[in-house]
């Protein structure tokens, strides 16, 4: 039986304003318009933090921390159990919000809401399992006992591609190993934070546990709470040129760090893949939120017999997707979030025709209210232009040919990034032999999607540190410590 619930409803437009939330209170404040990305307008303002708001969050986080940390796993399991039951509740709700102010078309808002929740059902199951370690020493004279402890106040920082999952994808962790968390979302998507902080409150978070604040300042506040002792870990999920300025600015306290950063990922398609299986797994990997995902395929590498059909299927099927405003019924692909990324995407497309691209659909930006750009297919691209090496973040499929699998696997690793990877092959020799040359975290053979709470994501090479949800992801947010027995 679903619980009720006594939280309003999230779509209402009086509540697209929020203001701090800090130690279990609302404070007012105002001072950030939230957009529209469908519209151009502004929908909301929520508040904007100070570099003393933060301390008072840090001080929040502080005195919740000893009484978290010792409430009973079952009770931590089970506060975050009722959440996931509160956000599947709000479900509509929170995707016809996640689609207004993202502006992801309505069914990849749905699609959010559901894998974000799972990140609490996933860690309530994993907050009762923490297990330590005894092990005789190799001289068997002694006992070693590993216990794991949490790790201390967490900084969360998330951005506006998944407002809801990015959040629980840490909230999760932090909170079912017993650690306090300051979240700031990103500024284009506050509102969807503030919304699952209500329903947290109403799950039964204790005041403090989960502060979330809103700032033009990122970069002022960061730095000055991770100077602060008490603060153990920074969690990032977002750019990798953020990422790195995040990484120096926790190096002067040695705060250990969770970095997810951006990706570039290769699609391979053999000729023997199944053609309609990989042109499904296609638009799913380029198209889930109008491709602007870490995961989202950004160059489609495709075997030199099978490379035609694979083009024209892929532009039939692009050609035929509704772009419109994300809430709208019909829409398949919704806005870009901002004008500059309209305009950061149709820089890349100039400079990859000049460079001897053909779109075989779409090309150039949309002119109507809001930041739309087209799902576009360009061939004969050549690796060596930008589109190759920085991320698209929009609906635009870039198609090279190869002709080995050593070429394949040339291309494919040619770039900084290493987060995600698909390959479409009837050949699972070859997919795994293929798959072991990779430089990526995740790989996906004859699927195009492959987030899930119960398996680690993350990256190698300049897509990040660590890995965020599956058993290991509660161990981010723990520290071991080891006890040297004599019996
Ligand atoms: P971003 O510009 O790096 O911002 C991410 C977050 O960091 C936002 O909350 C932002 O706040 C904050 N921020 C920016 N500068 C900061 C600073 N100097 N100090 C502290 N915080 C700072 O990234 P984005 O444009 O929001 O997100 C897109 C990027 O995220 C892409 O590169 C994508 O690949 C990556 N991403 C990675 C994963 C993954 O799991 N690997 C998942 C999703 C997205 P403001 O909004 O206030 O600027």
Redesign the pocket.
């Known amino acids: 039986m679903m619980l009720q619930s006594k939280t309003p409803n999230y779509a209402d437009p009086a509540l697209h304003t929020a203001g701090l939330f800090i130690g279990g209170e609302w404070l007012p404040g105002d001072g950030i318009p939230v957009h529209d990305p469908s519209t151009g307008k502004v929908l909301g303002e929520v508040a904007d933090a100070s570099v003393e708001d933060a301390m008072r969050a840090v001080d929040a986080a502080e005195a919740a921390a000893a009484g978290w940390s010792d409430t009973p796993p079952r009770q931590r399991s089970e506060i975050l159990r009722r959440w996931f039951q509160l956000m599947t509740e709000h479900a509509e709700e929170l995707a016809r919000l996640i689609s207004l102010e993202n502006g992801k078309a309505l069914p990849d808002a749905r699609g959010e809401v559901a894998y974000a929740a799972e990140f609490f059902r996933w860690y309530a199951e994993e907050a009762t399992r923490i297990a330590g370690e005894y092990r005789h020493t190799p001289s068997g004279a002694h006992k070693i006992l590993v216990d794991h402890e949490p790790i201390g106040i967490a900084v969360l920082?998330?951005?506006?591609?998944?407002p809801a999952a990015?959040a629980t994808r840490k909230i999760g962790p932090a909170l079912a190993a017993g650690c306090t968390v300051i979240l700031?979302?990103?500024?284009?998507t506050p509102l969807t934070a503030y919304a699952m902080a209500r329903l947290g409150e109403e799950a039964g978070v204790p005041p403090g546990v989960v502060n979330v604040l809103t700032?033009?300042k990122?970069?002022d506040?960061?730095?000055r709470m991770l100077q602060d002792p008490r603060v153990r870990k920074l969690s990032?999920?977002?750019?990798?040129?953020?990422?790195r300025?995040?990484l120096a600015?926790a190096a002067k306290s040695v705060v250990s760090c969770s970095m997810?950063?951006?990706?570039n990922a290769p699609f391979l398609v053999f000729d023997d893949a199944d053609l309609d299986a990989a042109l499904d797994g296609a638009m799913i990997a380029k198209m889930r939120n109008a491709g602007e995902?870490?995961t989202a395929a950004n160059r489609f590498i495709v075997q030199a017999g099978i490379h035609e059909a694979f083009v024209a299927g892929l532009t039939k099927r692009m050609a035929a997707l509704k772009v419109g405003a994300g809430y709208e019924a019909e829409t398949q692909c919704g806005p870009m979030i901002t004008k500059n990324a309209v305009k950061k995407i149709d820089r890349l497309v100039r400079d990859a025709i000049a460079a001897g691209a053909r779109a075989t659909t779409g090309g150039e930006p949309l002119q109507q209210d809001g930041y739309f750009y087209p799902p576009t297919v360009l061939e004969n691209v050549s690796h060596d232009t930008t589109i190759a090496r920085e991320?698209i973040?929009g609906p635009v499929a870039a198609v090279y040919k190869f002709e080995s699998e050593d070429d394949a696997v040339r291309l494919a690793n040619d770039t900084e990034y290493g987060?995600a990877a698909y390959l479409y092959s009837r050949d699972l020799k070859r997919a795994m032999r293929v798959g072991k040359r990779l430089e990526t975290g995740m790989l996906g053979i004859n699927r195009g999607l492959m987030s899930d709470p119960a398996a680690p994501?993350?990256?190698v090479k300049q897509?990040?540190l660590g890995r965020?949800g599956g058993v290991t992801g509660i161990l981010e947010f723990m520290e071991p410590k080891y006890y040297a027995i004599e019996l």
């Open positions: 920082i998330t951005p506006w591609n998944f990015m700031k979302p990103a500024s284009e700032t033009s990122p970069s506040i960061t730095s990032f999920t977002g750019s990798t040129g953020v990422g300025v995040l600015e997810e950063l951006g990706g995902a870490c991320e973040f987060l994501f993350g990256g897509s990040g965020e």
